[in-house]
């Protein structure tokens, strides 16, 4: 063929380019959310770990509650738009079902968290529940809705990995009910922002081992 | 690699470029579809060489190229056929047969 300038490939030059190719793209293409979690695991370590601290039960508390607040109010947020953003990127140029599978996906977890917040709040609005009460009701529901969803995600992608990381994060949702407070936002800190960051982890070691050897990322 | 028992590679996938077509189509999920410039940018390839390429891949009926509008612009979608899907899985079961035969690694 004139137009193939290059000289022919041996079997395991093919066989490396095809390795070489198929982890590009798979990372381009979102495979291996390793970055992603990692900055939800920032969030919550960094986030809950804060409002831990800060909890008046303590002796010497590390802040004003407001303060660590506003601190987790910003995390979340940074999350929230650093996902928004990887969702966008990642489905760039991309037509089909799993592009149409990811909005839906998204608006899931913008629908979803809406409406657990409008239900808290008029939960809390029309009784008297004690701070305490209240706090757990927070930790718990909203585990329990960020693991509900990360089973679902795990059934999209067929990913065990992630339908794992959804129970794990359900399990911590009923843990933070059951130890109280303040030792919930323990809970929400060291098992869920932990578990964010292994789950990142694996992925990252994952990426690193389905690439050929020899090969670094850049 | 003339001898008459070790497996032919298909010569349309067996060049760098349009192999490294084939893979990055091969990446996408079932019933995907990805926009010229976004498989431009996967493949780090001018337009040109890209269009060479994905012509050779669509005679050979390997690539379904569609043409569409979106928003009154043009957009040009790829994806891999059925048949290029299963000649890129025999070339890749041709290599290693190929390896195996040849006792490399």
Redesign the interface.
């Known amino acids: 063929?004139e137009?193939?300038e290059?000289p022919?490939?041996?079997?395991?030059e093919?066989?490396n380019?095809?390795a070489r190719?198929?982890e590009?793209?798979?990372r381009?293409?979102g495979a291996s959310p390793a970055r992603l979690l990692g900055v939800w695991a920032f969030a919550w370590l960094v986030g809950w770990g804060l409002v831990f601290l800060a909890d008046p039960s303590h002796a010497k508390p590390l802040m004003p509650g407001w303060v660590a607040a506003i601190v987790v109010g910003a995390l979340f947020l940074g999350a929230i738009s650093y996902s928004t953003y990887y969702g966008s990127r990642v489905n760039?140029?991309?037509?089909?079902?799993?592009?149409r599978i990811g909005a839906m996906y998204g608006w899931s977890w913008l629908i979803s968290f809406a409406a657990l917040g409008l239900i808290n709040t008029s939960v809390v609005n029309a009784g008297r529940l004690d701070p305490n009460t209240i706090s757990l009701l927070w930790s718990g529901t909203s585990l329990l809705l960020t693991g509900a969803l990360y089973l679902a995600g795990g059934m999209l992608w067929q990913d065990k990995l992630q339908y794992g990381f959804g129970v794990w994060i359900i399990v911590c949702g009923g843990a933070s009910v059951l130890v109280g407070v303040p030792g919930n936002f323990l809970v929400l800190c060291l098992a869920g922002g932990g578990g964010f960051l292994v789950a990142s982890l694996v992925y990252f070691v994952r990426q690193r081992r389905g690439g050929p050897a020899g090969t670094s990322e850049q | 690699m003339t001898d008459a028992g070790l497996p032919e590679?298909d010569?349309v996938i067996?060049?760098?470029?349009r192999?490294?077509v084939t893979?990055?189509l091969a990446?996408?999920?079932?019933?995907?579809?990805?926009?010229f410039?976004?498989?431009q940018?996967?493949?780090d390839m001018t337009a040109g060489n890209l269009s060479?390429?994905l012509r050779?891949l669509e005679d050979a009926g390997y690539v379904d190229i569609t043409k569409a509008y979106e928003h009154r612009t043009p957009v040009t979608?790829v994806k891999l056929t059925a048949k290029g899907r299963a000649a890129f899985e025999s070339y890749?079961d041709a290599?290693?047969r190929?390896?195996d035969a040849?006792g490399?690694?």
């Open positions: 063929m137009d193939d290059e022919p490939m041996t079997a395991a093919s066989l380019l095809i190719q198929n590009r793209t798979r381009e293409l760039r140029g991309i037509r089909g079902p799993s592009r | 590679l010569p067996h060049a760098q470029a192999l490294r893979v990055a990446g996408l999920r079932h019933g995907d579809q990805i926009t410039p976004r498989l940018q996967l493949l060479t390429h050779k979608l890749t290599l290693h190929l390896l040849t490399g690694s």
